[in-house]
């Protein structure tokens, strides 16, 4: 089948009556979140394409006398595929339209955006490749007090470098920067540029190296750099049985002006790891 149709809808949340809210009330009458959801693909042997429309109605931060529900329209669509000795994926997150809207009468609704996109490409050379990738994530306009901005960002389980945006390193040794202006697990109002190249030394071993650098989509604080970093990473990966894989692995991350938060005589120290893992797949 080279068309595949997908739909769903998903109740995340029922709190119709809150029975946890004591009699006579008052009684939490609609706090429920619900997904529409809408996919099709479409599949050739070599490369496959998609679109998503979703719905989203979430009214969880509604109260029994106030509050407000979010509504939004999300577009979606891949591309992924080789094309002879070259590999092209792509993805778009965008939210069409947006919405949060108040109880309380008072008080102006906001408009609600988000867009965060991807592209990557690699060219094989016999054993050895090369590629780079582009990726965005829209962040919030802090003169723009209309719109909630940058509610879209690079996903948790994606890792680009082994120190920034990476959530083992974050797992372990915390988010980087001060509060308020750190980088997480998660990539978030920022542009990401990256070079790599990967050899196949055999059929079990590979080497992969990557330079990248970030900057800030938006700055919110008054004197603050929009450069977050760049970064350097090498790897070797042994696959010692079919399931099991040995990993070794070195990063060097220069931290830039970014996380100084406006404060020129703030002092930021660049970061570095050396780390190696076994990885049991079953």
């Known amino acids: 089948t080279k068309f595949v149709n997908i739909i769903q809808v998903k109740k995340v949340e029922e709190q119709d009556w809150n029975t946890l809210t004591a009699a006579p009330g008052p009684y939490y009458t609609d706090k429920d979140h619900d997904r529409y959801v809408w996919a099709g693909q479409y599949r050739e042997k070599n ?31 891949y591309l992924k595929g080789s094309f002879g000795d070259l590999y092209l994926e792509s993805q778009i ?16 609704d906001l408009d609600m955006e988000g867009l965060a996109a ?4 690699k060219y094989n050379l016999g054993p050895a490749y090369v590629g780079g990738l582009y990726a965005y994530a829209e962040g919030n306009d802090p003169n723009d007090t209309t719109t909630i901005g940058g ?23 915390g988010p980087m920067g001060p509060a308020g202006t750190t980088t997480g697990n998660a990539m978030t109002n920022a542009s990401l540029f990256q070079v ?7 059929k079990d071993l590979e080497i992969f190296a990557s330079y990248a650098f970030s900057k800030a989509d938006e700055v919110a604080i008054v004197g603050q750099d929009d450069d977050i970093g760049s970064e350097f990473d090498i790897k070797a990966t042994y696959k010692m049985f079919e399931n099991l894989e040995y990993e070794v692995a070195f990063g060097y991350f220069w931290s830039d002006d970014w996380y100084k938060a406006g ?15 076994l990885t049991l797949s079953f």
């Not at 997150?93 to 102006?108: H, L, M």
């Not at 991807?118 to 490409?121: D, E, V």
């Open 151 to 173: 509610l879209r960002r690079g996903g948790a389980d994606w890792n680009p470098m082994l120190i920034l945006w990476n959530k083992d390193m974050v797992k372990w040794n």
């Open 93 to 108: 997150y965008w939210i069409a339209e947006g919405k949060r809207n108040f109880d309380n009468p008072t008080v102006s």
């Open 47 to 77: 490369w496959q394409a998609a679109f998503l429309v979703q719905f989203f109605r979430d009214a969880r931060a509604k109260t029994p006398t106030g509050g407000f529900k979010n509504e939004m329209w999300l577009l979606s669509p």
């Open 118 to 121: 991807y592209i990557m490409t």
């Open 263 to 277: 404060v020129p005589a703030t002092t930021v120290d660049d970061n570095y790891l050396l780390f190696h893992k």
């Open 196 to 202: 790599f190249v990967g050899y196949q030394a055999n």
